[in-house]
């Protein structure tokens, strides 16, 4: 037999599950940014910046009108927020780097 007492924690319990569940918002990026886009060989090259506390960049590959892609790289975290970030094309080896202010290249990707 219950007592009020139980079923009285029993539903507060489950009240304050559902409102816990219902605003809960998973950790995710705060913010994206697109910082530079290039077209080489009839398909486009994106790079974005993911921030919240930190920021990463990543590169994705696209078709030629930018409707299907697909991420090629993800960097590490960096700090502060928001450096200053841009695509270089080196055409002698059809390489395709994100250089970062201050922090110089951080990653070259060989054109498929």
Same mark, same amino acid.
């Given at each position: 037999?219950?007592? =009020?007492?139980?079923? *009285?924690? &029993?539903?507060?319990? %489950?009240? =304050?599950?559902? $409102? &816990?569940?219902?605003?809960?918002?998973? $950790?995710?990026?705060?913010?994206? %940014?697109? #910082? /530079?886009?290039?077209?080489?060989? &009839?398909?486009?090259?994106? %790079?974005?910046?993911? =921030?919240?506390?930190?920021?990463?960049?990543?590169?994705?590959?696209? /078709?030629?009108?930018?409707? +299907?892609?697909?991420?090629? !790289?993800? *960097?590490? /975290? +960096?700090?502060?927020?928001?450096?200053?970030?841009?695509?270089? @094309?080196?055409?002698?080896? /059809?390489? #395709?780097?994100?250089?970062?202010?201050?922090?110089?290249?951080? !990653?070259? @990707?060989?054109?498929?």
């Amino acid at each position: 037999m219950q007592t =009020s007492q139980t079923k *009285s924690a &029993g539903a507060l319990f %489950l009240a =304050s599950l559902i $409102i &816990g569940i219902a605003t809960f918002k998973p $950790i995710q990026p705060a913010e994206t %940014l697109h #910082l /530079d886009v290039l077209e080489i060989h &009839g398909r486009l090259y994106y %790079l974005t910046a993911y =921030s919240a506390l930190d920021t990463n960049y990543a590169l994705y590959r696209c /078709d030629s009108i930018g409707i +299907f892609c697909k991420q090629v !790289y993800r *960097s590490h /975290d +960096f700090m502060p927020r928001w450096f200053y970030a841009k695509l270089v @094309y080196y055409p002698a080896t /059809d390489e #395709l780097a994100i250089e970062v202010k201050n922090e110089g290249e951080i !990653y070259r @990707y060989k054109l498929p």
